[in-house]
């Protein structure tokens, strides 16, 4: 009898297992970082899938051959500055990207956590929070971004002015630098984006009197309260990404609109006009409605700040992306999640419903 009961005690054991091995790997669920997160970016190179995300301290590596679940990856970190220097706080929203052959991790940092002196915000409309966050370069050599050393490599000219969220927008005319400015020194709202050109990774070629504003947060969902018509207190465009309909050719930026600290953050698409020159604002045609915003029905809220990859087999595109399941928790309620999205007939993403899941897991995984 006892033999019996365990019998049947192990079968079901074996068939629990069975079950959450089977759940477990053709399914997962949102957000994919248990410990949250925030302004995730994610790259896949040889088999491997890396992601950086803001720490704010230092500019760390996550390593896993899973998209879908980060719980377990390795981390290591490839950058601490040291202190007392303008990119020694506030390290925000690091990138990594490939480019010739080289490694470059380009980052968002500032002096003294975020604490302009009362001089300074004298100068400003009400005050000036971030008003020393500038872009920075790190470089690394290596085949690989796990063994790469990287070391701290230059300064992204933005003319002593406030610049976050900084990337490369690569194009056959060049290589740009895309970041979340203001429109003067003190200027403080509203954040917009500009363009400015590369003469290499770390070099800006532009001079000021060429930087261009390519988007403002005009229309109403870009402010918030959602509507607002007035004010501008409440409203960025920051976290820009560059998207390629690889079928098309279409080029897009994808940014993040509102604000970060609540729910209605989501996503907006600029369009370069086909043969169109980054650097000519009006090339630049912008999507009158947000492509990527909050799922209420499923407590998905503040959805932003995202990156684009390939699945293992590189047959589907995912968006990787942070998001709010409270929104009262402002900045804090962030963690990192991400689904897969296809494409429209016109050649536009058609990003999905944010939400938990379960969803299917990568093709290929
Ligand atoms: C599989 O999923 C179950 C339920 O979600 C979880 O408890 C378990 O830790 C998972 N196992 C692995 C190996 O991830
Ligand atoms: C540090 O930042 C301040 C304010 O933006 C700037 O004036 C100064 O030149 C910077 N120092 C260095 C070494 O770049
Ligand atoms: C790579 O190098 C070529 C030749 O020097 C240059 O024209 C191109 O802009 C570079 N690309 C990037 C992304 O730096």
Redesign the pocket.
Known sequence: MFKLTQLLLNATLAIVAWGQYYSNTTTYTNPILSAGGADPWVIRHDGWYYMTYTTNDDVSLLRSQILTDWNNAESKVLFTPPPGLNYSTDLWAPELHQ??GTWYVIFTADPRSDSPSPELDMFCPYNCPAIHHRMFVLEGHGSNPWSASFVYKAQLNTYDQFSIDGTYF?HSS??YHIYSCWYTQYAAWPANLCITKLE??WTVASPFSERQIISVPSLPWEKTPYGRAENDRLSSNEGPQQLTNSRTGQQFLIYSAARSDNRNYCLGLLELAPNGDPMNPSDWRKHQYPVFYQNPAESAYGVGHASFVKSPDETEDWIVYHGMQDPTNGWSARTIRTQPFIWNENGTPNFPKPGYGPYKVPSGQ
Request: overall charge neutral; aromatic content about 0%.
């Open positions: 480019l010739n690569q060049g290589l290499n990774p």
